[in-house]
């Protein structure tokens, strides 16, 4: 395509910007855009605010599409209102990652958090979310509950003190500094992070593109935990498709859950797709065995 | 990129095949190959049939992937699978469209169809997966049950005489020619061809992306069917992932469907997804009551 590079991977055509995500080897994403809206250079990676044609505004670090205001709260209301919903006491909460900080915001949803603590190594991500997309972060700036930590996850749960209820691990895809989020020696950090009834969930990846991920995290959490439990939901704009979450617990199984608690001023969950949700295709389930025999 | 232009849509670039499907105004993809295993130009279309790297062999039509070797599988399950088993007697079926044969391979595997008509406007296609794609046609072409029929297929509801139990429509993507697989007077003529007890299934495209179709879908069926269900799949290698498709019925219900009858050598549907397929998520339940009050 001819046209002026504005960046890496955004390219300005007549009067259309085009955002070419190059970061796999064997599939590439070109997505037609009306502008760009910020452009921030941090300590960490580029940190961009498209609007696009398909998808709307989302937030892009790196030239890889991370959020979308189409269809980022599939994946915001899966990865709180399970864990949420399914424990009996949720006060005090901890996400490590989401700096879109949309996780956040579902989880303001009930009342009976007391303190979320959102640890995320990028300021320039909050501040740019905050600013540039009210849709996904909503609430977040203006609820006292929420305490934004700017800091590693992996040290920040090493050298934790703090005791949680629930811990939303949202994490970028395993490549980079977050491949340590996928590893044996942080959950086990986890678990030490969570009282004697916690709950901790995780993004395992897509069960049909990266089985090894989903089937390594669950061998994991089964010899942490007592309950692990795989659910599925569609996020339109990951590459697969399909994708799971795993969420493991020291005492309650979310396939007991009081699903009547659930709030219902949602786009995607209600209590239907939480009970659904757990029912698993058998690639899926395939996938589990062959993880509890390895 | 630079690289040698292979037709419209391949390229290749040193060992390597380009697949550039352009198709989308917003959004293009591009998938890396190993090698293009045939290519053959049609009276209606250039079919290719191409080995990719992360979704293994496809068919290729005019330069737009149709169905996968990696996920092909969970499409024609679920099109096929859900209406066969809530009908009592699935005797005889129809497949319109579907030159893939993955569905009336789904359908082969129920002992009670006796008789399987494919009409598909487009000889080349079907000749080409039975001959390359043998993971997705499987025995259709050795099972006598089986009649290819090679014409249009709203051309062949107009005038067909036979009536089934079950019609299946596996269409592509309401552009070109298949936008008459989605009008009123195609279900029309659908509806003349089934037996009194029976049950049409067709895909009525992203509830993210295509809303439009579903509900206008959804609307047709609900005037000429007692029981219209809408129903989800995940669909990886279709951009937006959730998929829809629309069962209508002139008695059963699948949502009492005796789900025991499901076959079980399937790589995705099982009989809890059976039973979660049909939960759907609040932005698809809106778009269905919009479509109720249009």
Known sequence: MEGKQLDKHLKRIGEDIWLIEDDRDNLKLTYRGKEIISSKKSPFQQVDIVDLYDFGKCLVLDGVVQTTVLDGYIYNEMISHIPIVTHDYPRDVLIIGG?????????????????????????????????????????????????????????????????????IIDSSDPVGPAVQLFSEDFYKDVKKCLKEDGIMVCQSQSPIFNKEILRNTY????????????????????????????????????????????????????????????????????????????
Chains 1, 2 share one sequence.
């Open 99 to 167: 700096g879109d900080c949309g996780a956040a915001n579902e989880v303001l949803k009930y009342e009976e958090v007391q303190s979320v603590d959102v640890v995320e190594i990028d300021e320039v991500v909050v501040k740019e979310c905050i600013e540039h997309l009210p849709e996904i972060s909503d609430t977040v700036p203006l609820d006292e509950r929420v305490n934004f930590i700017f800091t590693d996850g992996v040290e920040y749960v090493k050298n934790c003190e703090k005791r949680y209820d629930v811990i």
């Open 219 to 294: 061998k994991i959490l089964n010899e942490y935990y007592p309950i692990v439990r795989v659910y599925k939901a569609v996020v339109p704009s990951y590459p697969g498709g399909m994708w799971s979450f795993t969420l493991a617990s020291l005492k309650y199984d979310p396939v007991n859950a009081d699903t009547s608690k659930l709030k219902l001023n949602t786009l995607y969950v209600n209590r239907e797709i939480f009970e659904a949700c757990f029912k698993l295709p058998n690639i899926v389930k395939e996938c589990l065995i062959e993880a509890a025999n390895k």
